[in-house]
Protein backbone atom coordinates (compact mmCIF):
# COMPACT_ATOMS: atom_id res chain seq x y z
CA UNK A 1 0.00 0.00 0.00
CA UNK A 2 1.38 3.46 -1.35
CA UNK A 3 1.26 6.64 0.70
CA UNK A 4 1.88 9.70 -0.31
CA UNK A 5 3.16 12.88 1.48
CA UNK A 6 1.43 16.39 1.20
CA UNK A 7 4.54 18.77 0.41
CA UNK A 8 5.14 21.43 3.40
CA UNK A 9 2.64 24.63 3.13
CA UNK A 10 4.69 27.37 1.69
CA UNK A 11 4.84 29.93 4.27
CA UNK A 12 2.51 33.27 3.53
CA UNK A 13 4.12 36.90 2.63
CA UNK A 14 4.16 38.28 6.04
CA UNK A 15 5.79 35.52 7.79
CA UNK A 16 8.55 35.61 4.62
CA UNK A 17 9.14 39.12 5.40
CA UNK A 18 9.00 39.09 8.73
CA UNK A 19 11.34 36.12 9.16
CA UNK A 20 13.79 38.06 6.97
CA UNK A 21 13.65 41.23 8.23
CA UNK A 22 14.43 39.74 11.28
CA UNK A 23 17.02 38.06 10.08
CA UNK A 24 18.63 41.37 9.31
CA UNK A 25 17.90 43.20 12.64
CA UNK A 26 19.43 40.09 14.71
CA UNK A 27 22.81 40.85 12.75
CA UNK A 28 23.15 43.73 12.71
CA UNK A 29 22.70 43.93 16.17
CA UNK A 30 25.09 40.92 17.17
CA UNK A 31 27.38 42.79 14.95
CA UNK A 32 26.65 46.38 16.86
CA UNK A 33 27.10 44.35 20.23
CA UNK A 34 30.34 42.49 19.24
CA UNK A 35 31.81 45.82 17.98
CA UNK A 36 30.53 47.67 21.08
CA UNK A 37 31.89 45.41 22.85
CA UNK A 38 35.52 44.47 21.64
CA UNK A 39 35.88 48.66 20.68
CA UNK A 40 33.74 50.35 22.96
CA UNK A 41 35.58 49.71 26.31
CA UNK A 42 39.26 50.06 25.49
CA UNK A 43 37.88 53.43 24.32
CA UNK A 44 36.29 54.35 27.21
CA UNK A 45 38.91 52.91 29.17
CA UNK A 46 41.68 55.10 27.50
CA UNK A 47 39.17 58.24 28.31
CA UNK A 48 38.62 57.65 31.63
CA UNK A 49 42.70 57.21 32.29
CA UNK A 50 43.25 60.80 30.25
CA UNK A 51 40.79 62.43 32.44
CA UNK A 52 42.97 61.51 36.09
CA UNK A 53 41.47 58.36 36.88
CA UNK A 54 43.95 55.70 38.35
CA UNK A 55 44.25 52.28 37.03
CA UNK A 56 42.37 49.88 39.12
CA UNK A 57 40.36 51.75 41.18
CA UNK A 58 37.32 50.67 42.43
CA UNK A 59 35.77 53.90 41.15
CA UNK A 60 37.27 53.00 37.11
CA UNK A 61 35.73 49.80 37.01
CA UNK A 62 32.60 50.84 38.31
CA UNK A 63 32.28 52.86 35.88
CA UNK A 64 33.26 50.70 32.90
CA UNK A 65 30.93 48.18 34.41
CA UNK A 66 28.14 50.95 33.98
CA UNK A 67 29.10 51.70 30.94
CA UNK A 68 28.88 48.21 29.64
CA UNK A 69 25.45 47.41 30.98
CA UNK A 70 24.15 50.84 29.33
CA UNK A 71 25.51 49.55 26.56
CA UNK A 72 23.66 45.89 26.33
CA UNK A 73 20.87 47.73 27.73
CA UNK A 74 20.30 50.42 24.72
CA UNK A 75 20.95 47.59 22.10
CA UNK A 76 18.63 45.57 23.76
CA UNK A 77 15.92 48.05 23.53
CA UNK A 78 17.34 49.02 20.34
CA UNK A 79 16.37 45.71 19.14
CA UNK A 80 12.96 44.87 20.98
CA UNK A 81 11.88 48.86 19.01
CA UNK A 82 13.48 47.55 15.73
CA UNK A 83 11.81 44.46 15.68
CA UNK A 84 8.38 46.07 16.45
CA UNK A 85 8.60 47.95 14.00
CA UNK A 86 9.91 45.94 11.32
CA UNK A 87 6.08 43.90 12.52
CA UNK A 88 4.62 46.94 12.19
CA UNK A 89 5.98 47.81 8.76
CA UNK A 90 5.78 43.77 7.53
CA UNK A 91 1.81 43.92 8.40
CA UNK A 92 1.24 47.49 6.64
CA UNK A 93 2.73 45.90 3.67
CA UNK A 94 1.37 42.55 3.49
CA UNK A 95 -2.20 44.56 3.92
CA UNK A 96 -1.66 46.50 1.54
CA UNK A 97 -0.11 43.97 -0.87
CA UNK A 98 -2.64 41.19 0.17
CA UNK A 99 -5.73 42.39 -1.77
CA UNK A 100 -4.03 43.41 -5.42
CA UNK A 101 -2.40 40.16 -5.12
CA UNK A 102 -5.20 37.64 -4.41
CA UNK A 103 -7.40 40.24 -7.21
CA UNK A 104 -4.57 38.63 -9.53
CA UNK A 105 -4.76 35.47 -8.21
CA UNK A 106 -8.57 35.39 -8.71
CA UNK A 107 -8.56 36.87 -11.85
CA UNK A 108 -5.79 34.12 -13.32
CA UNK A 109 -7.94 31.29 -11.74
CA UNK A 110 -11.37 32.67 -13.64
CA UNK A 111 -8.91 33.06 -16.96
CA UNK A 112 -7.67 29.50 -17.20
CA UNK A 113 -11.22 28.82 -16.69
CA UNK A 114 -12.27 30.27 -19.85
CA UNK A 115 -13.96 33.34 -18.70
CA UNK A 116 -11.37 35.46 -21.02
CA UNK A 117 -13.77 38.94 -19.94
CA UNK A 118 -11.90 39.28 -16.29
CA UNK A 119 -10.41 41.81 -15.98
CA UNK A 120 -7.90 43.44 -13.09
CA UNK A 121 -9.35 46.85 -11.56
CA UNK A 122 -6.71 49.41 -10.89
CA UNK A 123 -4.83 47.92 -7.62
CA UNK A 124 -3.51 51.70 -6.78
CA UNK A 125 -0.27 49.71 -5.27
CA UNK A 126 2.66 51.03 -6.89
CA UNK A 127 3.81 51.38 -10.08
CA UNK A 128 5.08 47.70 -10.06
CA UNK A 129 1.72 45.89 -8.94
CA UNK A 130 -0.25 48.66 -12.02
CA UNK A 131 2.04 47.69 -14.45
CA UNK A 132 1.64 43.74 -13.31
CA UNK A 133 -2.05 44.65 -14.18
CA UNK A 134 -1.83 45.93 -16.65
CA UNK A 135 0.00 43.13 -18.25
CA UNK A 136 -2.10 41.16 -17.18
CA UNK A 137 -5.48 42.73 -18.58
CA UNK A 138 -3.50 43.59 -22.19
CA UNK A 139 -2.56 39.67 -21.90
CA UNK A 140 -6.69 38.76 -21.36
CA UNK A 141 -7.66 41.07 -23.35
CA UNK A 142 -5.56 39.00 -26.22
CA UNK A 143 -6.86 35.96 -25.46
CA UNK A 144 -10.62 37.01 -25.26
CA UNK A 145 -10.11 38.67 -28.78
CA UNK A 146 -8.23 35.33 -30.01
CA UNK A 147 -11.13 33.16 -28.59
CA UNK A 148 -13.65 35.46 -30.19
CA UNK A 149 -11.81 35.26 -33.75
CA UNK A 150 -11.64 31.23 -32.98
CA UNK A 151 -15.30 31.06 -32.76
CA UNK A 152 -16.29 33.34 -35.60
CA UNK A 153 -13.91 31.45 -37.63
CA UNK A 154 -15.12 28.11 -36.51
CA UNK A 155 -18.63 29.76 -37.38
CA UNK A 156 -17.92 31.42 -40.81
CA UNK A 157 -15.64 27.76 -41.97
CA UNK A 158 -19.43 26.14 -41.39
CA UNK A 159 -21.19 28.50 -43.32
CA UNK A 160 -18.34 28.37 -45.84
CA UNK A 161 -18.68 24.63 -46.06
CA UNK A 162 -22.46 24.97 -45.64
CA UNK A 163 -23.31 25.74 -48.77
CA UNK A 164 -21.44 23.61 -51.40
CA UNK A 165 -22.28 20.58 -49.23
CA UNK A 166 -25.95 21.24 -49.33
CA UNK A 167 -25.57 21.58 -53.28
CA UNK A 168 -24.07 18.30 -53.29
CA UNK A 169 -26.29 16.69 -50.97
CA UNK A 170 -29.07 18.41 -53.48
CA UNK A 171 -27.67 16.71 -56.29
CA UNK A 172 -27.13 13.61 -54.98
CA UNK A 173 -30.58 13.12 -53.37
CA UNK A 174 -32.08 13.74 -57.15
CA UNK A 175 -29.48 11.44 -58.92
CA UNK A 176 -30.76 8.84 -56.71
CA UNK A 177 -34.30 9.77 -57.20
CA UNK A 178 -33.87 9.74 -60.75
CA UNK A 179 -35.13 13.64 -60.50
CA UNK A 180 -31.89 15.08 -62.22
CA UNK A 181 -29.54 13.63 -64.77
CA UNK A 182 -25.91 13.84 -65.08
CA UNK A 183 -25.46 16.18 -67.78
CA UNK A 184 -23.34 19.37 -68.67
CA UNK A 185 -25.31 22.09 -66.08
CA UNK A 186 -25.04 18.99 -63.37
CA UNK A 187 -21.54 18.25 -64.00
CA UNK A 188 -20.50 22.17 -64.01
CA UNK A 189 -22.35 22.41 -60.68
CA UNK A 190 -20.78 19.80 -59.14
CA UNK A 191 -17.42 20.62 -60.35
CA UNK A 192 -17.78 24.02 -58.71
CA UNK A 193 -19.06 23.05 -55.40
CA UNK A 194 -16.09 20.52 -55.59
CA UNK A 195 -13.79 22.67 -56.40
CA UNK A 196 -14.79 25.17 -54.06
CA UNK A 197 -13.90 22.63 -51.48
CA UNK A 198 -10.75 21.86 -52.69
CA UNK A 199 -9.59 25.51 -52.65
CA UNK A 200 -11.07 26.18 -49.51
CA UNK A 201 -8.65 23.15 -47.79
CA UNK A 202 -6.07 24.59 -49.48
CA UNK A 203 -6.38 27.90 -48.43
CA UNK A 204 -6.42 26.36 -45.21
CA UNK A 205 -3.63 24.72 -45.18
CA UNK A 206 -1.47 27.49 -46.89
CA UNK A 207 -1.91 30.19 -44.06
CA UNK A 208 -1.75 27.36 -41.25
CA UNK A 209 1.91 26.58 -42.93
CA UNK A 210 2.66 30.42 -43.71
CA UNK A 211 2.01 31.45 -39.47
CA UNK A 212 3.50 28.64 -38.63
CA UNK A 213 6.80 28.71 -40.68
CA UNK A 214 6.65 25.39 -42.53
CA UNK A 215 7.07 27.39 -45.79
CA UNK A 216 10.07 27.00 -47.73
CA UNK A 217 11.02 30.13 -49.26
CA UNK A 218 13.07 30.11 -52.56
CA UNK A 219 14.31 34.15 -52.31
CA UNK A 220 16.33 36.08 -54.81
CA UNK A 221 16.69 39.89 -55.25
CA UNK A 222 13.73 41.19 -57.86
CA UNK A 223 12.99 44.41 -59.42
CA UNK A 224 10.30 46.32 -57.75
CA UNK A 225 8.81 47.40 -60.93
CA UNK A 226 9.03 43.30 -62.46
CA UNK A 227 6.90 42.29 -59.45
CA UNK A 228 4.30 45.46 -60.50
CA UNK A 229 4.16 44.36 -64.24
CA UNK A 230 3.89 40.79 -63.72
CA UNK A 231 1.31 40.73 -61.23
CA UNK A 232 -0.62 43.24 -64.12
CA UNK A 233 0.11 40.68 -66.58
CA UNK A 234 -1.60 37.91 -64.56
CA UNK A 235 -5.01 40.02 -63.94
CA UNK A 236 -5.03 42.23 -66.79
CA UNK A 237 -8.05 39.63 -68.49
CA UNK A 238 -10.25 39.58 -65.68
CA UNK A 239 -10.02 43.46 -65.03
CA UNK A 240 -10.47 43.81 -69.02
CA UNK A 241 -13.74 41.69 -69.10
CA UNK A 242 -15.48 43.19 -66.38
CA UNK A 243 -14.42 46.75 -67.13
CA UNK A 244 -12.30 47.88 -64.50
CA UNK A 245 -8.95 50.07 -65.26
CA UNK A 246 -5.98 48.59 -63.73
CA UNK A 247 -3.09 51.12 -64.35
CA UNK A 248 0.86 51.06 -62.94
CA UNK A 249 2.67 53.49 -61.54
CA UNK A 250 6.57 52.33 -61.83
CA UNK A 251 7.64 55.99 -61.01
CA UNK A 252 8.87 55.77 -57.29
CA UNK A 253 10.04 51.74 -57.93
CA UNK A 254 13.00 52.76 -60.12
CA UNK A 255 16.26 50.92 -58.61
CA UNK A 256 14.39 49.67 -55.99
CA UNK A 257 15.10 45.87 -55.12
CA UNK A 258 13.76 42.99 -52.55
CA UNK A 259 14.69 39.89 -52.21
CA UNK A 260 11.45 37.79 -51.84
CA UNK A 261 10.16 34.73 -53.03
CA UNK A 262 8.90 35.74 -56.65
CA UNK A 263 6.00 33.32 -56.52
CA UNK A 264 4.70 34.06 -52.88
CA UNK A 265 4.82 37.88 -53.43
CA UNK A 266 2.67 37.45 -56.77
CA UNK A 267 0.26 35.40 -55.12
CA UNK A 268 0.03 38.31 -52.66
CA UNK A 269 -0.07 41.21 -55.15
CA UNK A 270 -2.48 38.81 -57.29
CA UNK A 271 -4.66 38.15 -53.85
CA UNK A 272 -4.60 42.20 -53.56
CA UNK A 273 -5.30 43.14 -56.97
CA UNK A 274 -8.43 40.23 -57.17
CA UNK A 275 -9.82 41.50 -54.00
CA UNK A 276 -9.65 45.22 -55.77
CA UNK A 277 -11.54 44.08 -58.14
CA UNK A 278 -14.31 41.83 -56.51
CA UNK A 279 -15.24 45.41 -54.61
CA UNK A 280 -14.63 47.85 -57.51
CA UNK A 281 -17.63 48.40 -59.61
CA UNK A 282 -17.09 48.59 -63.89
CA UNK A 283 -15.58 51.96 -65.01
CA UNK A 284 -13.79 51.93 -61.57
CA UNK A 285 -9.82 52.29 -61.26
CA UNK A 286 -7.36 50.35 -59.77
CA UNK A 287 -3.96 51.55 -59.21
CA UNK A 288 -1.10 49.39 -58.62
CA UNK A 289 1.77 51.40 -57.25
CA UNK A 290 6.05 51.26 -55.52
CA UNK A 291 7.74 53.73 -53.65
CA UNK A 292 10.27 53.64 -51.27
CA UNK A 293 9.78 54.24 -47.41
CA UNK A 294 13.16 54.47 -45.54
CA UNK A 295 14.83 51.12 -45.50
CA UNK A 296 11.79 49.57 -47.25
CA UNK A 297 9.88 49.59 -50.75
CA UNK A 298 5.85 49.65 -50.35
CA UNK A 299 3.77 47.90 -52.94
CA UNK A 300 0.28 49.74 -52.94
CA UNK A 301 -2.81 48.68 -54.33
CA UNK A 302 -5.36 50.87 -54.57
CA UNK A 303 -8.58 51.26 -55.83
CA UNK A 304 -11.89 53.39 -55.72
CA UNK A 305 -14.53 51.08 -55.36
CA UNK A 306 -16.74 50.00 -52.08
CA UNK A 307 -14.09 50.83 -49.79
CA UNK A 308 -14.11 49.52 -45.73
CA UNK A 309 -15.78 51.09 -42.82
CA UNK A 310 -13.23 52.37 -39.81
CA UNK A 311 -14.49 49.41 -37.16
CA UNK A 312 -13.48 46.93 -39.98
CA UNK A 313 -10.31 48.21 -40.61
CA UNK A 314 -8.34 45.99 -37.48
CA UNK A 315 -10.25 43.06 -38.81
CA UNK A 316 -9.31 42.66 -42.87
CA UNK A 317 -6.81 40.37 -42.19
CA UNK A 318 -8.44 37.88 -39.74
CA UNK A 319 -9.34 34.51 -41.29
CA UNK A 320 -13.04 34.54 -42.52
CA UNK A 321 -13.88 38.00 -41.38
CA UNK A 322 -16.66 39.26 -43.26
CA UNK A 323 -18.62 42.74 -42.42
CA UNK A 324 -21.74 43.83 -43.63
CA UNK A 325 -20.98 46.15 -46.46
CA UNK A 326 -20.73 45.46 -50.08
CA UNK A 327 -16.94 44.84 -49.87
CA UNK A 328 -17.62 41.96 -48.06
CA UNK A 329 -21.00 40.78 -49.21
CA UNK A 330 -19.06 39.01 -52.36
CA UNK A 331 -18.49 35.39 -51.23
CA UNK A 332 -16.87 33.74 -54.32
CA UNK A 333 -13.68 33.55 -52.54
CA UNK A 334 -12.93 31.71 -49.17
CA UNK A 335 -12.38 34.33 -47.66
CA UNK A 336 -8.88 33.93 -46.28
CA UNK A 337 -6.70 35.65 -49.45
CA UNK A 338 -6.00 38.51 -46.89
CA UNK A 339 -4.86 36.51 -44.12
CA UNK A 340 -2.79 34.15 -46.32
CA UNK A 341 -1.58 37.43 -48.05
CA UNK A 342 -0.45 38.78 -44.36
CA UNK A 343 0.92 35.62 -43.48
CA UNK A 344 2.89 35.47 -46.79
CA UNK A 345 4.67 38.98 -46.52
CA UNK A 346 5.24 38.53 -42.68
CA UNK A 347 7.23 35.62 -43.92
CA UNK A 348 9.58 37.96 -45.70
CA UNK A 349 9.82 40.15 -42.28
CA UNK A 350 7.78 42.76 -44.10
CA UNK A 351 4.06 43.96 -43.02
CA UNK A 352 1.04 44.66 -44.79
CA UNK A 353 -1.93 47.26 -43.97
CA UNK A 354 -5.29 48.34 -45.04
CA UNK A 355 -6.70 52.15 -44.86
CA UNK A 356 -9.47 53.33 -46.47
CA UNK A 357 -11.91 56.54 -46.24
CA UNK A 358 -14.98 54.84 -45.24
CA UNK A 359 -17.39 53.28 -47.39
CA UNK A 360 -18.03 53.81 -51.11
CA UNK A 361 -14.15 56.15 -51.25
CA UNK A 362 -12.18 53.15 -51.63
CA UNK A 363 -9.42 51.11 -50.11
CA UNK A 364 -5.51 51.24 -49.92
CA UNK A 365 -3.39 47.88 -49.39
CA UNK A 366 0.10 48.36 -48.25
CA UNK A 367 3.08 46.04 -48.89
CA UNK A 368 6.10 46.73 -46.76
CA UNK A 369 9.10 44.56 -47.71
CA UNK A 370 12.88 45.26 -47.10
CA UNK A 371 15.18 46.95 -49.88
CA UNK A 372 17.62 44.44 -51.12
CA UNK A 373 21.61 45.70 -50.26
CA UNK A 374 24.38 43.73 -51.33
CA UNK A 375 24.86 42.59 -47.43
CA UNK A 376 21.39 42.09 -47.40
CA UNK A 377 20.56 38.59 -45.33
CA UNK A 378 17.67 35.62 -45.59
CA UNK A 379 14.55 37.35 -43.98
CA UNK A 380 14.01 36.46 -40.36
CA UNK A 381 11.81 33.79 -40.72
CA UNK A 382 11.72 29.81 -39.88
CA UNK A 383 11.30 28.08 -43.61
CA UNK A 384 11.96 24.81 -42.51
CA UNK A 385 10.14 22.52 -44.72
Request: charged share 20%; no cysteine.
Amino acid sequence: MSTTTKPPRARGLATRLLAGQSMVLLAGALTTALVAMLVGPPIFHYHLLQSGHEENTPELVHIERGYLQASLISLGVGLLIALIAATAVTWFLTRRLRHPLEQMTGAARELSRGHYATRVLDVGSGTELDTLAEAFNAMAARLEGTEDTRRRMLSDLAHELRTPIATLDAYHDGLHDGIADIGPESRAVLAEQTHRLARLADDIDEVSSAEEGRLGLDVHPHAVSDLLWAAHDALREPYTDKGVNLLVDTTGSAGLQVSVDRTRIAQVLANLLTNALRHTPPGGIVTLAASRDGGEATLTVRDNGDGIPADQLAHVFERFYRGDTARTRDRSGSGIGLTISKALVDAHGGNITATSDGPGRGAEFTVYLPLHTHRHTAPRVNTRL
